[in-house]
T-cell receptor, first 110, second 115 residues
Framework: DAKTTQPNSMESNEEEPVHLPCNHS???????IHWYRQLPSQGPEYVIH???SNVNNRMASLAIAEDRKSSTLILHRATLRDAAVYYC???????????FGQGTRLTINP | EAGVVQSPRYKIIEKKQPVAFWCNPI?????LYWYRQNLGQGPELLIR????????DSQLPKDRFSAERLKGVDSTLKIQPAELGDSAVYLC?????????????FGPGTRLTVL
């Protein structure tokens, strides 16, 4: 399984953009990069995933470095409800399992 | 669409007692997972079911943990006897084969406290 490195914690202000970095230098060519987040007292929830190209959905954007050794999850306009632990997870194509690291605890200030 | 249902949400027991957790996955999801999450850590996979078959139980402590998924729908995870170190949140997740994003859907978890 590819190793990931994420900051333990980050803090941002409401209505400002947030950039959550993830290093995954040992990622293989067929690993997708998945992001999940875990709100307080809830199970993790899927946010977004990508392989090589940048991806957008209603929740966030995912920017993947050209060498694929790092990626950044972008919340364009953070709200208090975005306060959560965010996990970056490389997932082998077709794999059935997620291997979670410690993630980044994001705090949003009003 | 109803999400993954888990019960109970909280359980407090004394060490050496048995405990069981129940999970009902999203309808139509053939893959079911049980994870354990220790405080301040990410979830760790205990067991994965494809329909009623346990296909990955390498991380399940088989001396005291057992799981079943009869009829390939809901599932039960049991600990007998519980130890102090088993205090954690036990998460159930499900996934549908062939789903567009291959994502797992998690339940809210059962928080176990062993005294």
């Amino acid at each position: 399984d590819a190793k990931t490195t994420q900051p333990n914690s980050m803090e941002s202000n409401e209505e400002e953009p947030v950039h959550l970095p993830c290093n995954h230098s040992t990622i293989s060519g067929t690993d997708y990069i998945h992001w999940y987040r875990q709100l307080p007292s809830q199970g993790p929830e899927y946010v977004i995933h990508g392989l090589t190209s940048n991806v957008n959905n209603r929740m966030a954007s995912l920017a993947i470095a050209e060498d694929r050794k790092s990626s950044t999850l972008i919340l364009h306009r953070a709200t208090l409800r975005d306060a959560a632990v965010y996990y970056c997870i490389p997932v082998l194509q077709g794999a059935q399992k997620l291997v979670f690291g410690q993630g980044t605890r994001l705090t949003i200030n009003p | 669409e109803a999400g993954v249902v888990q019960s109970p949400r909280y359980k407090i027991i004394e060490k050496k007692q048995p405990v069981a957790f129940w999970c009902n996955p999203i309808s139509g999801h053939n893959t079911l997972y049980w994870y354990r999450q220790n405080l301040g850590q990410g979830p760790e996979l205990l067991i994965r079911y494809e329909n009623e078959e346990a296909v990955d139980d390498s991380q399940l402590p088989k001396d005291r943990f057992s799981a079943e998924r009869l009829k390939g729908v809901d599932s039960t995870l049991k600990i007998q006897p519980a130890e102090l170190g088993d205090s954690a949140v036990y998460l159930c997740a499900s996934r549908r084969d062939g789903s567009r994003y291959n994502e797992q859907f998690f339940g809210p978890g059962t928080r176990l406290t062993v005294l």
